[in-house]
């Protein structure tokens, strides 16, 4: 039996970058899989779930055996595919998408007159 939920996800902008935060309390980091198809990233897990029995003890009601989940979201045009870095700290993957050079602001600046 699969026990399938999606995390909740938090996508934070700033002007160099977007950070998406998925909350997966309990899974390794090994337990992720990223991919980048063009401009969609997908973002997938399954955790087996190992509740071996010890002497003595017996299950009266078992209804999973492994924990999977996928996530997909399309990237804006600004963000830059070849630099997508992740982490996956207390619970928390953060996958950090720098945006591309061209698509962060530019600082005013003064032209001088001749």
Known sequence: ???????????KENVDAYE???????????????ELNHEMLTIMS??????????????????FSYQ????SFTLPQSADQEKISANY?????????PKREEAKPKPMRVIEIN
């Open 89 to 97: 700290e207390n619970g928390i993957l953060k996958i950090h998408i």
């Open 68 to 71: 999977s989940f996928s996530r």
């Open 46 to 63: 399954e955790k087996k779930i190992d509740n071996e029995t010890k002497e003595g003890e017996q299950y009266t009601k078992r209804e």
């Open 20 to 34: 998406v935060e998925v909350a997966a309390p309990g899974f390794d980091k090994g337990d992720f899989k990223l």
């Open 1 to 11: 039996m699969t026990n399938t939920t999606l995390p909740s996800v938090n996508i």
